[in-house]
């Protein structure tokens, strides 16, 4: 298995530059190259967990703490599945839809630049190279944004960039305080010289600033401004990965392994997490309920679902910190990891949708669409399936992961009844975001046709097929929380975050179980 691990990299690197090398000549040769690398990624995130279990892969042979080292383990491996699952299918929906912009050469090559960041950060055991991988994620995603050139979209992406610099280099600066404590940038050696060493003031600023600078690339309440422009102006495809995967690699991922596994969590943290998560959740579906922008509607649903991830990793965080019931914080972790898989899943076949709406009707505004249910059967279906799994409704996947992360509150409050108030919000931003996309539905595809969309027609078959591929893991995603399935992606993941500082000794040992 660890013949795999660089791979992640290296097609992504060499697809981008061979895509602006070569097709710039040979122009449909990049949609090509852009389909055999991520169904290429994607095949070999699959044969991870077929292969077997955890590794560690030490570029160029340097032993660890001289050379780079790449760490693959349960969280790793879901997270490297959910990217490229992403990636492939935001891909095939690229090539009938990016044929309305110029250059779409440099689009895929700057789109295998944002996998291959998103695909290194998750993979990184070294804290510098996690910034490097979070900055050329960012830059891709910064430029992409502002692919098509417009006021709208150069404003958006300008405000993105400021915004994720300013997070950026709130990370840069807890990294070098990092270095100069533990005197070296792996993160394994870190958590073990940070171990030795009683919280003060400074670790405390160091978390303090990975908070605010990862809650900034999450886009978690209150860091969240750049989002509602950026993700809306970019072209679907891009959407469905800002939402779908960008900000939980850059932003969750990130952020829950540096305090799980390198600094170590405390009941403080876990609070923190639970406060932001809440914050998000509530604020992002109210703010979303009163839009008529399409995408900015599922913009805003980002944050709040967002908020659902944060709130059951931050209930598992307190819970292991305070010692509480191992049942507890593992339902909690489950939840919150189930969600994350669950929402890159239905975000992006959202965005797709959007985009599919937008390339047939020439608008995002709600109120000026209606009556296409017939005209767009295969949207239809995608954008039905896609909204009921964000609302929770069984047997989509979204039921289960957010019926993973109330009943982890509701056992929380056997513990201290206080966290029945998670309980609550969980329940009511979940009926709201139920009568959100019951609008969407309504307003796109219910009601009497306009005169001007009576010549429209569905969307070309590759944007169909995409659309149809992302539906099929909304409808049967809940079957990973059967036993014999939940043992090889979900458990894996939980057990690497409920590991915590053992990160450091699996390391050195070179065996993640």
Known sequence: MKELIPLFVIIPLGGAFLTILVSWKFKRLSDIFGIFATGGLLVCAIMLPVTGTGGTYNV????????????????????????????????????????????????????????????????????????????????????????????????????????????????????????????????????????????????????????????????????????????????????????????????????TRVFFNVIGVSPFFGIVLMILGVLSMTIGVFLAVGQWDFKRLLAYHSISQMGYVVLGIGLGAYMIAEGGPVLVSGFALLGGIFHLANHAVFKSLLFLCSGSVQYATGTRQLKEMGGLKEKMPVTRFATTVASLSIAGVPPFNGFFSKLVIVIATIMAALYNPVFLVLTFFALLVSFVTLVSFLKVLRYTFLGMLKDTFRQIKESPAAMGIAMVFLAVFCIGMGILLVPQLREVLLDPAVDALAGGLKYAENVVAGYIP
């Open 60 to 255: 160029g042979g340097w032993p660890l703490g001289i050379g780079i080292n790449f760490v693959i383990d349960g969280f790793s491996t879901l997270m490297l599945i959910i990217i490229n699952l992403v990636s492939f299918a935001a891909t095939i929906f690229s090539i009938s839809y990016m044929t309305q912009y110029s250059a779409k050469y440099k689009y895929y090559s700057l789109f295998l630049l944002m996998v291959a960041g998103m695909n290194g950060v998750v993979l990184t055991g070294d804290m510098f190279n996690l910034f490097v991988f979070l900055e050329i994620a960012s830059i891709a995603s910064y430029a992409l944004v502002a692919f098509g050139c417009e006021q709208e979209e150069l404003e958006a992406s300008f405000k993105y960039l400021v915004l994720g610099s300013i997070g950026s280099t709130l990370i840069l600066l807890a990294v070098a305080f990092l270095y100069g404590i533990a005197g070296s940038l792996n993160m394994a050696a870190i958590s073990t010289a940070l171990s030795g060493i009683p919280g003060n003031l400074l670790t405390m600023f160091i978390a303090a600033l990975f908070i605010v600078g990862f809650g900034i690339k999450a886009a978690l309440v209150p860091f969240h401004p750049w989002l509602p422009d950026a993700h809306p102006s970019a072209p679907a495809p891009i959407s469905a990965m800002l939402s779908g995967v960008l900000i939980k690699a850059l932003g969750i991922y990130a952020l």
